[in-house]
């Protein structure tokens, strides 16, 4: 029996290494080719701004003029979740009382934290999943204690190891947030980011590696323990529009992930929607607040880290109530701890459901 299985085997596994040289062969063909293209396109462009219900405009933003496809990639470090995690993490919800404003800016609602109004620039990593966190919680510090604080995404980048990911090659967001609750983050001052110039000069490098851990404060007068700060819980905000709102007007700005094509990188202003190009990767940034165009159309208003150049001076609206892109299946949020302060403060109001 077994002598009779032997060349069965064989030929199974030869068609299955076969099958899947040619594959892997093809993908890298069309990826080659796809990868080393330029990211911006006049026909992108073209198609957007022709399209009389495509709601935004598009532009060849300077921020990518030297980018490759492939170069544009790297920046979307956003990993996909297992749903084990997923369904161990508590989930919020909100009470459908809570009357919400038609239109909402946390920059204007808190308009004392000078963080929430801040671009960054994540530079040549794919970082956005540590910064979307880290800028949430440096907001949320200010909203909830008073404090104006900019924590560092260096911190959380360099030290969560694989427990978040892969550092500059992507990670999990919301790992992300339990990185904060366990072991918090220094602030920016102490722990500076390692690239936050960019890639706008021709022939400057795709991408850059991980920073590597040090666990000291750049000014020797500062500590690193004495220097962290830490979130109180980690949890996914429910994907009903009216939770997410609700989540932000009480306790400030979350972070959002969504699925990025190739016509986002052209985004210059009006409320995205997909219109045109393939699937480029997993993207992370900070929801800041929501609004109603004068025609009617439903957005999000969320703030990116590809500075100033990029999109609507730093920041970008994209259609709400339609989990556009998938942006309203992955927010993430935690509160502010007291943990390593001088003062302490009462958490804020949320109930939670597994």
Same mark, same amino acid.
């Given at each position: 029996?077994?002598s009779?299985?032997f060349?069965?085997l064989?030929?199974l596994s030869?068609?299955s290494v076969?099958? /899947?040289?040619i594959v892997e062969?093809?993908?890298e063909?069309?990826s &080659?080719?796809?990868? #080393?293209s330029?990211?911006? %396109?006049?026909?992108?462009?073209?198609?957007?701004?022709e399209?009389?219900?495509?709601?935004?405009k $598009?532009a060849? #933003?300077p921020? /990518?003029?030297?980018?490759?496809v492939? %170069?544009?990639?790297?920046?979307l470090g956003?990993?996909?979740?297992?749903?084990?995690d997923l369904s161990?993490?508590?989930?919020v919800?909100? &009470?459908k009382?809570l009357k919400l404003?038609n239109?909402?800016? $946390?920059?204007?609602?808190?308009s004392?934290?000078?963080?929430i109004?801040?671009i960054?620039?994540?530079?040549?990593?794919g &970082?956005?999943?540590? /910064?979307?966190a880290?800028?949430?919680?440096?907001? @949320?510090f200010?909203?909830?204690f008073?404090m104006?604080?900019?924590l560092?995404?260096?911190?959380?980048l360099?030290?969560?190891?694989?427990?978040?990911?892969?550092?500059?090659?992507?990670?999990?967001?919301l790992? $992300?947030?339990?990185? !904060?609750?366990h072991?918090?983050?220094?602030?920016?001052?102490c722990?500076?980011?390692?690239d936050?110039?960019g890639?706008s000069?021709p022939?400057c490098?795709p991408?850059?590696?991980?920073?590597r851990?040090?666990?000291?404060?750049v000014n +020797?007068n500062q500590?690193? +323990?004495k &220097?962290k700060?830490?979130g109180?819980?980690?949890? @996914?905000i429910?994907?009903?529009?009216?939770?997410?709102?609700?989540?932000?007007y009480?306790?400030g700005?979350?972070?959002v992930? /969504?699925?990025?094509?190739?016509?986002f990188?052209?985004?210059?202003?009006g409320?995205?929607?997909h219109?045109?190009?393939v699937?480029l990767g997993?993207?992370?940034?900070?929801?800041?607040?929501?609004?109603?165009?004068d025609?009617g159309?439903?957005y999000? !208003?969320?703030a990116? %880290?590809?500075?100033?150049?990029?999109?609507?001076d730093?920041?970008?609206?994209?259609? @709400?109530?339609?989990?556009e892109?998938?942006?309203?299946?992955?927010?993430?949020?935690?509160?502010?701890?007291t943990?390593?302060?001088?003062r302490?403060? $009462?958490?804020g109001?949320?109930s939670f459901?597994?």
């Amino acid at each position: 029996m077994a002598s009779a299985l032997f060349p069965l085997l064989a030929l199974l596994s030869a068609f299955s290494v076969s099958y /899947f040289t040619i594959v892997e062969a093809e993908a890298e063909t069309i990826s &080659s080719f796809k990868l #080393n293209s330029h990211i911006l %396109q006049e026909s992108i462009t073209k198609q957007v701004n022709e399209n009389p219900k495509a709601g935004w405009k $598009a532009a060849m #933003n300077p921020r /990518f003029s030297n980018y490759t496809v492939g %170069q544009f990639k790297q920046l979307l470090g956003v990993k996909p979740t297992l749903e084990k995690d997923l369904s161990s993490t508590p989930v919020v919800t909100h &009470s459908k009382s809570l009357k919400l404003p038609n239109e909402f800016d $946390a920059r204007t609602a808190w308009s004392k934290c000078s963080t929430i109004g801040r671009i960054l620039e994540q530079g040549h990593c794919g &970082s956005c999943w540590a /910064f979307g966190a880290v800028e949430s919680l440096s907001d @949320r510090f200010c909203i909830h204690f008073g404090m104006n604080i900019s924590l560092s995404v260096n911190d959380l980048l360099a030290c969560c190891g694989f427990l978040c990911g892969s550092g500059c090659n992507g990670g999990y967001p919301l790992f $992300a947030w339990r990185y !904060l609750v366990h072991h918090g983050v220094v602030t920016e001052e102490c722990d500076p980011y390692f690239d936050d110039i960019g890639c706008s000069h021709p022939g400057c490098e795709p991408g850059y590696p991980t920073p590597r851990c040090v666990r000291k404060c750049v000014n +020797r007068n500062q500590f690193w +323990r004495k &220097s962290k700060h830490y979130g109180a819980n980690a949890y @996914r905000i429910n994907s009903d529009p009216n939770d997410i709102m609700a989540e932000v007007y009480k306790n400030g700005p979350v972070e959002v992930s /969504f699925t990025v094509y190739e016509d986002f990188a052209h985004y210059k202003s009006g409320v995205y929607k997909h219109i045109t190009g393939v699937t480029l990767g997993g993207h992370a940034v900070k929801l800041i607040g929501w609004g109603t165009t004068d025609e009617g159309e439903d957005y999000w !208003l969320l703030a990116n %880290q590809w500075n100033r150049s990029w999109g609507d001076d730093g920041y970008f609206k994209i259609r @709400r109530g339609t989990n556009e892109c998938g942006i309203e299946k992955g927010v993430v949020a935690g509160l502010p701890s007291t943990k390593n302060l001088v003062r302490e403060v $009462a958490d804020g109001d949320v109930s939670f459901s597994m």
